[in-house]
DNA sequence: GCGAAACGTATACGATGTACACCTATCGTG
DNA sequence: CACGATAGGTGTACATCGTATACGTTTCGC
């Protein structure tokens, strides 16, 4: 029956499609991906991908699936804590090798199945760990962007602005104009400032990313989980407003 | 001067660009805020815009500036924790008026000088607050989103997935099918159903919006509050890592 | 009153998502 | 074994988008 195996070219899926597309956002960034770009890639004509995929939200969808799927499994046999920290900090890692995913799960508006079973898995946890449902509805709440590994970090850039943009381009940005500017936004932006100098002792970023992001990211996680685990312990309830 | 002032048609500028632009949006969406379309709602060619901003990117920031423009000033005269509340809150009153800019402020790269200006104050709240350098750090990171007003909703939607993908177009879904179709959500998320039974008492959508996301908002950030107060009182350090 | 800047216009290009019609290989069934 | 259905790939075409470039036209300081 493979009579032409060898002359036939391979077929595509839908399972295909979507790991091509993820391998070809990692190596291009998510705003080059495009159904034409993605098609080539798959040697295809670009309709060819519509076979498989209804279109590109639905094709995004599905990438983030993919990367849904690379979160470890709940481990058991733990105290809840412990769990969700691991769960969480191994979803910040499936982030971490998919650096477009958090903006694509940004974007997304309906939960896939797969999404549906992390959720729920999470839930599970909390539930395990002795929360009471409502409890567990609030604290899945506040761990909000946490949950899917990242914390909006506010910037990702360095090289902060200036206050009017006086045509800088191509060219190497003037150094000593640099110097300039900085200090500026010193006085202008004391505070930030102050922290970004206490960050940067042998770094040269001008405003994060001086900073261990690790480090931040277990900081936040432990602090809501601790957080947590005394309203658990009070008996916290909802119906307890301040 | 102003002899032909009754024929002469408003002139633009980048302040009008910029409300057009948000309120636009406030109407019709930010997918449906074209450059081509606000253009239109100016009654000028699309290219006019590009006097008086470079590009879209930069339509989107002063977009940003407009609302972060809206969040009320620190108020002065209490403890750190209601200030920092109370902005916070004002805040997330903001970006409620304008619900596409949680959306917009995730996608920006480089801060403006009112984002900046904000980011600054609030530091300040902290630092006036008796917090260290250092402690205000993390705690600006830990903070993540939530210093924007919003908590990154898992769920804006409701309508959770089927797992496959049956055409059901413009027709009405079926109502007998969604109800069986929220059986086996039932079956297959038991800890999702849990949470959404309990919180669904006189709402009707099957996951989220059920619940007061006002209150959800509040949970979250006094929660995290409560937490750094405590490191405060310890004087922690990030000298002392767990 | 004149030259220069600031501002609006006209036209055009390349890229994108995707509707629609078409071809073709594969396979279950008579 | 033939054949028709069906799944999968192709080709063409279109609307829409952001924006480069070149050109008019107002406005204002000197």
Redesign the interface.
């Known amino acids: 029956m493979t009579h032409q195996a060898v002359v036939r070219r391979v077929t595509l899926s839908r399972d295909r499609v979507l790991r091509a597309a993820v391998a070809l956002a990692d190596k291009v960034g998510i705003d080059s991906l495009s159904m034409r770009r993605l098609s080539q890639d798959l040697g295809v004509v670009p309709m060819a991908l519509y076979k498989h995929v209804?279109n590109k939200e639905e094709l995004l969808d599905g990438m983030v699936d993919v990367v849904v799927g690379e979160i470890d499994p709940p481990v058991r046999d733990t105290d809840w804590q412990s769990a969700v920290r691991l769960r969480i900090l191994s979803a910040r890692r499936a982030l971490l090798r998919h650096p477009w995913a958090c903006?694509v799960i940004?974007?997304r508006?309906?939960?896939?199945?797969a999404v549906?079973?992390y959720?729920?898995?999470t839930?599970?946890m909390f539930?395990a760990g002795g929360f009471s449902?409502?409890l567990?509805?609030?604290v899945?709440?506040?761990m909000?962007?946490?949950?899917?590994g990242f914390?909006?970090?506010?910037?990702?850039?360095s090289?902060?602005?200036s206050?009017d943009?006086s045509a800088d381009g191509p060219p190497g940005p003037d150094p000593e104009m640099q110097a300039v500017m900085l200090r500026e936004?010193a006085n202008?932006?004391?505070?930030?400032a102050?922290?970004t100098a206490?960050?940067a002792h042998d770094e040269e970023s001008i405003?994060g990313s001086g900073?261990d992001d690790q480090?931040?990211?277990e900081?936040?996680v432990?602090?809501?989980l601790?957080?947590?685990e005394r309203?658990r312990q009070q008996g916290w309830t909802?119906a307890s407003?301040?």
Chains 1, 2 share one sequence.
């Open positions: 209804a903006a940004q974007t508006t309906t939960p896939t199945p549906l079973e959720l729920n898995s839930i599970g539930r449902i409502d567990t509805h609030h899945m709440h506040a909000g962007s946490r949950l899917w914390s909006q970090e506010l910037f990702t850039d090289s902060g602005g206050s943009n936004m202008r932006y004391p505070y930030i102050e922290v206490a960050v405003v900073c480090f931040e990211f900081f936040a432990d602090l809501q601790d957080g947590f309203l909802s407003r301040s």
